[in-house]
């Protein structure tokens, strides 16, 4: 079937303000919206630029705006949108290229939350124990694969581009809640910051747009409630 | 025009950012002034895409030995790994899973606290004699938790990052390494990057086929450089199936699945593997498997006589599948609409990993054609070829490979770079690049990459994968030749310098004809069956005459074969039954 496509572009090199681009593509219902994306560079624009690898929702390449939500281009089907189908690059990063956006500031917050095992305790021979209970507890958020669908879905993002965003704080979670992880103290108090949790105003863009079903506005909750019991202490 | 030219200077350069190229980086950077230059950023590389695990003879769920895993490496891969590389590999997992443990990674646990393991094809207990849990694993998401928990420890140490650069060339002189040329996609720029030592961790190239379970990404760039270069690349015929990749989409169902209890099924229901492997069943070695499940749809048993066959788990428990195969569970809600609870899967062999690529020994030095090492120069990963998989890599082994080989090549390179010095440069090391991207932008051939690349997969899936024949094998090198002269006419519509993806895919379409040349040109030569590479006119395993590695040198535009001995130190060659 012929499917209509609908492309914000922006040519960095030639280009003052974005512009749509209209492709009538072939394509079959089942085919996911990367299929349409490729068949408009291989056979209608080669310039169209977006970033893709592994093409099933793992690697994180391909979040974008499509049809007003965002998501992996990899992961939705044709069938599942409503015809004329719209892609938008991500919204509150600078743009660089058609649907690929500078991330840049987006990894820097994931930094800032030292998103890596921080313990003092000399490593044993063998794995140091762990209960299926205690591994669980942060089973959710190990699913995040940095794709940043959930921060740029975020209305307190969109208004003040210093909040950490949902992405960081899910990070911050995974080892916040690992139970060989001892660095809570270096941790809180990035969270703890004006930019930190306190600008999540609950809303759920961020648990509606993860492409890994991540519950995060939970995990965010989490982290504000570990948050005030220790400023109870 | 040429484009404009950026210099820096390293004493090591890592390129790739998967397994083994971040274990190398953690590893190098702890003596050396270390950069890791990699066209995707770090946690979108394939690594990331690995689910059933990494194997290592922990014995946490019931008695094993690295000597049984070795066995297993060794008969897996039909008698043609080389058996000091493998038995290192063996021993060595043991100690870098507990050091993934220490670094963070969060594996499944038992009810004691220890890393939990599971069955996976060809890995038995007591040499073959039944199967045994040796596969650690998170989920069925292994190889995401790896890479997130090495790219987590490089931020950690603070590693120098150059992400989106795509590799252009490797320099040589007088037969050392003196550091490589990449693309900033970002801005167009052509980087030369002078360095003591490199490694490559550019992974496989599965991009040369049709179906495969590969990132578009995939395609050997690391391979291709050093291949122009007039190194050679080794066993190159042996390109493993997975047997159980999305029918059409070729989108990997772990062999995990199976280790979980999960039976393949043909079009009248019957577990057909009880006829091809006794012993194993579903769980015998992915060759074998797809081999298989390619006979039974040429017999007419495909479902509904079609070219795919059932993976089926309806009989598992439920909330096994959604406790131990989560993810591969949502894909095949995704993409087939399937609810794996009560409805089997489609599923057909998909092309998945390479065995083959550049020679190293077990320090992932690189070899030459005379088996001496390239100073300088190190390989490790998929893109390599130490050789530990022989000719078929048994599941788990690809993790287990990256993660001990980037940590011993990075070990290595640790120790021998900060004593060596920076080779001189070429005058203009990056002409070459410069001409090649020269080339495709102000080509005005109207050839177009994407139907080259549709020509070149298409032969490969036809006449280069599961079974092979002469004729076959024939009919897809002179397509490739043909290929590769149309190559020449491509012109890239895109002429902007920031972001050009359209460039990229050009260079891209260029490795991955480079390296389906080499995999034709070897298995046309190679008159026997073993592992991977089957021969339908040539059916046996002939030891007398090819137990040897073959390699692949490009030398005045045309590829030479040569031989290269096996090691075999504990294991001699039997028939091999599962």
Known sequence: MLVDVRIKRFRPEQDAQPRWAAYRVEAEPTDRVLDALNTVKWRHDGSLAFRRSCAHGICGSDAMMINGRNRLACKVLIRDLRPPIVIEPMRGFPVAKDLIVDMDGFFAKYRSVKPYLITEEPAPQAERPQSPEQRERFEDTTKCILCGACTTSCPSFWANREYLGPAAIVQAHRFLFDSRDHGAAERLPVLNERSGVWRCRTIFNCTEACPRGINVTKAIGEVKKLLLRQSVK | ?578
């Open chain 2, 1 to 578: 025009m040429p484009r404009p030219v950026v210099r820096h200077q390293y004493d090591a350069v890592i390129v790739g950012a998967g397994g083994a190229g971040l274990m190398a980086a953690l590893e190098a950077s702890k003596t050396c002034k270390t950069a890791v230059v990699s066209k995707l950023y770090p946690t979108r590389s394939h690594t990331g895409t690995a689910q059933g695990g990494i194997g290592a003879a922990l014995g946490n769920v019931e008695p094993d030995s690295w000597e049984w895993h070795m066995f297993d490496t060794v008969k897996g891969g039909d008698y043609l790994a080389d058996q000091d590389a493998v038995e290192f590999m063996c021993q060595e997992a043991i100690r870098v899973v507990y050091e993934l443990e220490h670094m963070g990674l969060p594996f499944n646990r038992t009810p004691e606290g220890k890393i939990d393991q599971r069955r996976f094809g060809g890995h038995t207990k007591e040499f073959g004699k039944a199967p045994v849990r040796r596969s650690c694993y998170a989920a069925d998401r292994t190889g995401h938790m790896i890479l997130q928990t090495l790219y987590q420890q490089c931020i950690k140490q603070a590693v120098s990052f150059f992400d989106e650069f795509h590799l252009l060339d490797v320099l040589l002189q007088d037969g050392r390494c003196a550091g490589v040329v990449a693309l900033c996609l970002a801005t167009g720029e052509v980087h030369v990057f002078h360095a003591k030592a490199v490694l490559l961790a550019t992974g496989g190239f599965g991009r040369m086929y049709k179906v495969t379970s590969n990132a578009h990404t995939l395609t050997g760039d690391g391979c291709t450089v050093v291949f122009r270069r007039g190194l050679p690349l080794e066993d190159m015929e042996f390109f493993q199936f997975h047997p159980t990749g999305i029918y059409k989409l070729g989108i990997l169902i772990t062999e995990g699945a199976r280790g979980e209890g999960g039976i393949l099924r043909n079009g009248r229901g019957e577990r057909f593997m009880e006829r091809y492997a006794p012993t194993l069943l579903d769980l015998a070695p992915r060759d074998m498997v797809s081999r298989a499940m390619y006979l039974e749809i040429r017999e007419g048993r495909g479902i509904e006589g079609k070219d795919y066959l059932h993976l089926d788990l309806t009989h598992l428990d439920p909330s096994v599948i959604d406790r131990k195969l989560p993810d591969i569970a949502d894909f095949v809600r995704t993409y087939l609409g399937v609810d794996p609870h009560r409805q089997p899967i489609p599923v057909q062999p998909t092309a998945h990993y390479a065995m083959g690529g550049i020679p190293t020994n077990l320090h992932a030095e690189v070899l030459d054609e005379r088996g001496q090492v390239v100073p300088g120069l190190y390989a490790a990963g998929e893109c390599a070829c130490v050789s530990v998989h022989g000719a078929n890599r048994l599941g788990t082994n690809s993790l287990v490979d990256i993660v001990v080989f980037g940590r011993r090549g990075g070990q290595r390179l640790a120790q021998w770079a900060p004593a060596a010095d920076h080779l001189p440069l070429p005058k203009e090391p990056e002409v070459m690049a410069q001409e090649a991207l020269s080339r495709l932008t102000t080509n005005l051939g109207g050839e177009s990459a994407a139907q080259i690349r549709d020509e070149l997969q298409q032969a490969m899936m036809a006449q280069v994968s599961v079974f092979r024949t002469e004729a076959g094998l024939k009919e897809a090198l002179a397509a490739i030749v043909q290929l590769r002269v149309r190559y020449g006419r491509v012109d890239v519509q895109d002429k902007a310098l920031r972001f050009n993806t359209e460039l990229e895919e050009a260079l891209e379409l260029g490795c991955v004809l480079d390296l389906a040349w080499a995999t034709t040109v070897a298995a046309l030569a190679r008159r026997e069956s073993r592992g991977a590479h089957c021969r339908e006119d040539f059916p046996d395993r002939d030891d007398a005459n090819w137990l040897k590695h073959s390699l692949a040198v490009l030398r005045d535009g045309a590829i030479s074969l040569s031989a290269k001995p096996v090691t075999i130190t504990r294991f001699q060659p039997k028939p091999r039954v599962y």
